[in-house]
């Protein structure tokens, strides 16, 4: 399990709560992502990590993942820039005119 603050253990909480099932107990914490994952290879219970995160250990059948009906877990992405470039980022500007990756948000302060 992540530590607490971790956005990944809120988001899997808020999921049993609104599922309404028991948060389950956690015996072993970790602060970040690689070392759940090495938890999981090591056959200690299951955790919540980012399929990229993941992607060539279920390739190589290291780990399973489990999908389950009727729950769709989605994460949003932050695109971060330093508050004072007044240049433009060619790439930054390219990422943010994709199609299909939106709708994208500008926050009220800078």
């Known amino acids: 399990m992540r530590e607490e603050g971790s956005s990944t253990r809120e988001k899997l909480f808020s999921l049993f709560t609104s599922k309404g099932i ?3 107990t956690v015996d072993l914490q970790f602060s970040g992502v690689h070392e759940a994952i090495q938890m999981i290879k090591a056959g200690y219970g299951i955790t919540l990590v980012p399929r990229d995160a993941v992607q060539q250990s279920l390739e190589r059948e290291d780990i399973g993942r ?3 009906e009727g729950i769709d ?3 949003p992405v ?3 820039k330093r508050a004072n470039d007044l240049e433009e980022n060619m790439t930054v500007n390219a990422f943010l005119q994709m199609k299909d990756i939106g709708p994208f948000t500008t926050p009220a302060f800078n």
């Open 22 to 24: 028991k948060k389950p």
């Open 66 to 68: 489990v999908y389950i």
């Open 73 to 75: 877990i989605i994460r």
């Open 78 to 80: 932050v695109v971060c």
